[in-house]
């Protein structure tokens, strides 16, 4: 739920943050941040750094008294992708956060709310029950809501698991609203708690502190040391966490911790002692849940019922606090609970933390980290008190009417699974620690009290009987709990699926144990028809978001498992009875009956399902060609390998089964509209494709005016096509044309939505073709028609899901331009691609919606771009003189008017891919026509006589992924970029790159290593003069290309022949390398006409070179002044090998020298204040400035306080570079708004990195 917990306040409700409600909503769903607060206590801060949740006041006030909080390595990250998405052309966009519990992560992504709140509209997204699309529907109001003058972006914190299905309704709804908006509508932050081990990532957040987190932190503690004690500093639990790097020594060395063991064995039955042990489990199994302390009374009532407080003893008075029922509370009665429950708890206050929440009438509490309830956890078990024992005593102390956010806390504890590398673990973390124990009886015990205290809550006794039939095999109490289930939700069908899998999984236990026919057929029956019954309840669920949804159960997807269920208890069926009696083979695949065959007279009580098992595997192996071959999960998720494999071996066994190769009880070539479609994924070879065709064809000749018999002889024509184009059976598309018109022609019958889908490819109107056509079709009614014919055959098993691409238009003529999607799978997967790609990806797993793939030269040579146009959020493309509209995946950011892209067809209809928008604006920012934006060339008085006339428009290339682009490269760590233009002479503003076109064309290049080539470069006598670079065209011609170097050519005598007879460019050629000449300017080497391949400017080996430098200075992190200085050749690729060295070091830029400098000489460091010298040691005291390797000189100044200057001595005793080092710059603590604001651009050096002090919990 969008909800109003972002108001929260330190005494009371009223003094958070103002409660603001979309007009019109039931209940609040949004909570928009504002600064507005009336208690600015210290105190907050002191429970903030002891361990309590993060508060807007925290932040308000580390801004207002100038201590800000210390920001986790990934805010930089995510105020980068923000600014990316806040300037892309979608309306809505996403970024993940994932954080171990206690990380920082919830803290994080506050403060990059709290610092972008003047940029964009924030809100929070708390979990709820409600549907996405009701959530959508208020974020959407909420943005339309602004001033027409004022529109932001709302940028939207949300911690819900239907992310996926909230971004799909926020499309939906956007483009059914046509609203067009010139700036985002939303940007959501998802972050994602995780308990599993996570890679290493700018947005995985660990408990785990880079080397300037701790500095941060060294720095924090002493300003907190100056406003509070010794003692109190001890009780910063949440903060001293941090700043130890999450110690687990730490906490288990503090005293309060200590203490436990001796005092729970002393009071082991104190009810103190049992609510410490409640809190400790609940804040290690559920981070960030916490109790009420009216509800922590209720543990502690024995201990005072004659208290002051008598007055309570009502029951009403110790009724818990609800999120959506608040008790009602006298004044003055909140400080009473708490200090009864201080006085109460005090042997363990030191761990506790104690907080307001909005919804909460009475103050919260929780254990102050999750590591310390952890190891709370391990003090209890010490004294005897386990795990196990603690949930048991909480779940018998909970009531049937618990609240809503007790029965969440409680489900986590028992029923939610994690997910670890996209599969879900077997049960709860709770469950599985306690298995993992031994003790399964405890487990078993946990699941009959939740089971039996909230009798109206069908998840727990689902949850009961799956443990008993995985972990104890104990098939009969299972199905006993899974009926118990279905009594209290008859309609969910997932709970009938229960039900399903223990008599699936007993049924296979006992085909194990060789078990009589008769047996495994009575539990095979059982199966069979509870399977039924899911079937029936799943066709009965309804989308939540369709107009009937109220009236029925509802299910965000199909559930199909009911089907697969079936499928996979028919092919233990059959492996069962074909193992006892193999003549029971020709039973099950209908050569025979039961009753035909004597030895199987004890069975023929089952006669109807043995005999029925055939045909019904045939019904659903049709749902399952179509539901995966049409579609998918999601764009980013892909079927599970096995749901395929069952499918199509329960099929081979009941309809391909045969006893010698050759011989089939069902002809092979049969097949579905479908299932031709999928034999190019399946990869059939031409041969069986042509028999399949002419089998087909025959067919057709036999029944022309069966449609369908008239569809699958077109299609296998284009499938064939796509695999042989030279077949001697193929027909001309004239030749289909003329077929499939005579069926358009009859108009008054229902026609399938591959119909529709064959009339839009067999008529789509080809590019440039103005010879007229004697088929006149309206392909706007076509498309109108393909998606009411799917949403009445299909919608309901598709809903959710995502529809695959089945066929793209592409380039040629005829049949030519009928693609295949499998083509486009091939073409990226065959050898020596410009585009790396997962060597484990299928088609069945290819990600359609990923835009790298699209930018791969063959894949643009073989489709074609059509040309459309963008209107109040709907797509058209261009057909002739006429538009016709085509589906999108998302919706765009007032972009009216022309764009281009790849057009495919689903089952669904027409589907743009890598649209491109011709937008002014776009390529404005894209191209930056201004020199004085951004200078990647040095400025050296030794050349600045060599003018360079041309006039470069300077370009900003994309930045590709590095996850998806550079997986064959990762070691590296290299950055591959990627630019279009039009005709005109460019440069990179990254890489200095330059390049002149006559037509638009399309690059991606990266810096590469010399390494491999340095041996051969040393036998032949030649050594880098410049940067290697790999360059490769997608699109297009390059006349010239500029390849940056370092040289500087000023006062060189003859420079144009002497240098020029000294320099060539590396050119690898079929593994090879050559050598070409090329013509050098100011700070490039030209080359004509060039064709591509790994290249880099070389000079002859002991030529006296002097070059362009920089001198990089980098502060580390450590207790005193210590600075690293690289002097370092002007050779981009080497300036960001630097920077990735010291990505934890602070940067302190200077300008570089304005000299040229001697190649392979030594230079001396020195530290000078004034004329004096400066009190330092530095190791070593002299660098040579070379290509590689490069090294750096190491400056100690202990207790540095004092501007000083660095100078940079050569061989002869001449200063050649100076810099002043200041203090305030080596000392801040603080970014400036303007790094801040330019965090979406993209530069080629490091920006500035300042440190922020503070917090982060």
């Given amino acids: 739920m969008l909800n109003t917990a972002w108001k929260e306040d330190v005494t009371s409700p009223s003094a958070g943050l103002p409660q603001t409600q979309v007009p019109g909503s039931v209940v609040t769903l949004l909570a928009v941040l504002e600064d507005i607060f009336m208690d600015k206590s210290q105190q907050t801060l002191s429970n903030f750094y002891k361990g309590s949740p993060p508060k807007w006041i925290n932040y308000f006030i580390a801004e207002e008294q100038n201590t800000l909080l210390v920001r986790r390595k990934g805010y930089d990250e995510i105020i980068k992708q923000i600014r990316k998405c806040q300037i892309t052309n979608r309306t809505v966009s996403s970024i993940h956060l994932f954080h171990h519990p206690g990380s920082g992560g919830s803290t994080l992504a506050m403060q990059v709310l709290w610092d972008l709140r003047k940029d964009f509209k924030c809100a929070i997204i708390k979990q709820s029950n409600e549907e996405p699309a009701l959530i959508a529907e208020h974020i959407i109001q909420l943005f339309d809501n602004q001033d027409l003058d004022d529109k932001r972006t709302l940028l939207l914190l949300d911690d819900n698991s239907s992310e996926g299905n909230l971004i799909e309704s926020l499309n939906t709804q956007i483009v059914e609203k046509r609203i067009s908006a010139s700036v985002p509508v939303a940007i959501i932050l998802n972050t994602k708690r995780k308990h599993t081990i996570m890679a290493d990532g700018p947005l995985n957040l660990k408990n785990r502190l880079s080397s300037k987190e701790l500095h941060d932190f060294e720095l924090k503690e002493a300003e907190i040391k100056m406003k509070h004690s010794e003692e109190e500093m001890k009780q910063f639990h949440g903060f001293n966490l941090m700043r130890n790097n999450f110690s687990r020594r730490y906490v288990a060395n503090l005293s309060s911790v200590k203490e436990i063991v001796e005092y729970a064995r002393r009071h082991e039955t104190a009810c103190s002692t049992e609510l410490f042990s409640v809190l400790a489990l609940l804040n290690s199994y559920v981070p960030g849940s916490f109790l009420p302390i ?206 399903g899998q223990i008599h699936k999984n007993h049924l296979r236990t006992l085909t194990r144990t060789g078990t009589p026919a008769l047996q495994i057929l009575k539990v095979a029956d059982l199966a069979i028809k509870v399977f039924r019954e899911e079937e029936k309840a799943a066709e009965n669920e309804q989308d939540p978001n369709s107009f009937i949804a109220q009236t029925k159960k509802i299910s965000h997807a199909f559930n199909c498992r009911g089907l697969l269920g079936y499928i996979q208890v028919a092919n233990i069926i059959f492996d069962a009875l074909t193992s006892l009696n193999r003549a029971l083979g020709d039973v099950l695949t209908g050569k025979t009956s039961v009753r035909a065959l004597p030895a199987a007279k004890n069975i023929r009580q089952y006669e109807d399902l043995i005999e029925s098992l055939q045909n019904k595997v045939r019904k659903k192996h049709k749902f399952f060609e179509t539901y995966l071959t049409y579609s998918k999960p999601s764009r980013h998720k892909s079927e599970r390998v096995s749901v395929q494999r069952d499918v199509d071996v329960c099929y081979s066994k009941y309809l391909l089964k045969h006893s010698n190769r050759g011989a089939s009880s069902y002809n092979v070539l049969d097949r579905s509209f479908a299932g031709l479609f999928s034999c190019l994924e399946r990869n059939y070879c031409s041969s069986f494709l042509e028999k399949l065709t002419e089998h087909t064809k025959n067919i057709y000749k036999g029944r022309k005016f069966d449609v369908d018999a008239a569809m699958k002889y077109i299609l296998s024509i284009i499938i064939l096509s796509n695999k042989d184009e030279t077949s001697r059976v193929l027909q001309t598309l004239t030749d289909l044309r003329d077929i499939l018109w005579g069926f358009v022609e009859k108009r008054n019958i229902y026609q399938s939505p591959e119909f529709f889908l064959l009339v839009l490819l067999m008529f789509w109107p080809e590019e440039n073709h103005d010879q007229p056509t004697p088929f006149q079709l309206d392909l706007s009614n076509t498309v109108e028609n393909v998606k009411a014919a799917f949403d009445q055959k299909y919608l309901k098993h598709f809903r959710s899901r995502y529809l695959r691409p089945l066929f793209f238009l592409g380039q040629g003529t005829g049949l030519k331009r009928l693609v295949h999607s499998w083509k486009i799978y091939h073409t990226i997967h065959t050898e020596d691609r410009t585009v790396p790609v997962q060597k484990s990806e299928t088609w069945a797993t290819l990600d359609w919606g990923n835009g790298r793939m699209w ?287 010291e990505k934890d070091a602070v940067k302190i830029s200077k300008p570089a020298p304005r000299e040229r400098l001697q190649m392979k ?70 970014s400036s708004p303007a790094e801040t604001d330019n965090l979406d651009q993209m530069e080629s050096k490091k920006s500035p990195i300042t440190c922020r002090s503070g917090l982060c919990v």
């Fill in 1161 to 1230: 000489s030594w230079y001396t460091i020195e530290t000078k204040k004034g004329k004096d010298d400066f009190s330092s040691k530095i190791n070593p005291e002299s660098v040579k400035l070379r290509h590689s390797p490069i090294k750096y000189c190491e400056i100690y100044v202990k207790n540095a306080e004092d501007d000083f200057e660095l100078h940079l001595i050569n061989e002869k005793n001449d200063k050649v570079w100076a810099a002043e080092i200041r203090a305030d710059e080596y000392g801040q603590t603080s």
């Fill in 294 to 499: 009216s509800r922590c009374l209720d543990f502690l009532t024995p201990q005072h019922s004659q208290h002051s407080i008598s007055q309570q003893q009502d029951n009403n008075m110790f009724k818990m606090a609800t999120l959506l029922d608040p008790v009602e509370t006298v004044p003055g009665e909140n400080i009473t609970e708490k200090m009864q429950f201080e006085k109460d708890m005090e042997p363990f206050m030191d761990l506790i933390v104690i907080f307001p929440r909005d919804e909460m009438k009475s103050e919260c509490v929780r254990l102050a980290h999750p590591m310390i309830a952890n190891e709370c956890l391990n003090a209890l078990a010490e004294a005897g008190i386990t795990t196990g024992e603690i949930a048991k005593r909480f779940l018998e102390s909970c009531k049937p009417n618990e609240p809503p956010y007790m029965v969440k806390i409680i489900k986590s504890l028992l029923t939610k699974r994690e997910t670890v590398e996209e599969n879900q673990e077997m049960f709860s973390r709770l469950i599985l620690d306690i298995h993992d124990e031994g003790d399964l009886s405890m487990c078993k015990e946990l699941f009959e009290i939740a089971t039996n205290t909230f009798k109206q809550d069908a998840f727990f006794p689902q949850a009961f009987a799956r443990f008993l039939y995985i972990v104890l095999c104990d098939y009969d109490e299972a199905e006993n709990q899974a009926c118990v289930a279905i009594a209290r939700d008859p309609e969910n069908s997932f709970l009938i699926d229960t039900l």
């Fill in 855 to 1141: 930018q791969d030269g063959c894949i643009q040579n073989l489709l074609v771009r059509v040309n459309g146009v963008f209107k109040k959020q709907q797509l058209f493309a261009y057909a002739g003189d006429k538009q016709i509209p085509v589906y999108t995946d998302q919706s765009f950011v007032s972009c009216e008017g022309p764009a281009s892209f790849f057009l495919g067809f689903t089952i669904k209809g027409p589907v743009a891919y890598d649209i491109k928008f011709d937008s002014e604006e776009t390529h404005k920012d894209k191209c930056m026509e201004s020199q004085d934006h951004y200078k990647p060339h040095p400025t050296c008085y030794s050349c600045a006589d060599f003018k360079d006339l041309t006039n470069w428009k300077q370009l900003y290339p994309e930045v590709l992924n590095e996850e998806e682009e550079l997986s064959e490269r990762k070691s590296e760590r290299l950055e591959c970029y990627r630019v279009s233009s039009p005709a005109g002479s460019y440069e990179c503003l990254v890489s200095g790159l330059r390049w002149v076109c006559d037509g638009a064309v399309s690059l991606k290049y990266h810096f590469a290593d010399w390494e491999p080539y340095r041996e051969d470069l040393k036998r032949m006598q030649f050594e880098p003069c410049g940067p290697l670079m790999d360059i490769t065209v997608t699109s297009g011609v390059l006349t010239e290309v500029h390849l940056p170097h370092f040289a500087c050519l000023g006062e060189v005598v003859g420079w144009s022949s002497s240098l020029n007879d000294e320099v060539r460019v590396l050119d690898m050629q079929d593994g090879g390398m050559l050598l070409e000449k090329c013509e050098l300017t100011r700070f490039h080497a030209k080359l004509l006409h060039p064709t591509f391949s790994p290249k880099g400017l070389l000079i002859k080996t002991g030529f006296p070179l002097k070059v362009h430098c920089e001198v990089l200075i980098y502060q580390t992190l450590t207790a005193h002044l210590t600075l690293h200085v690289y002097l370092v050749i002007c050779d981009q690729r080497k300036m960001q090998e630097v920077d990735r060295q």
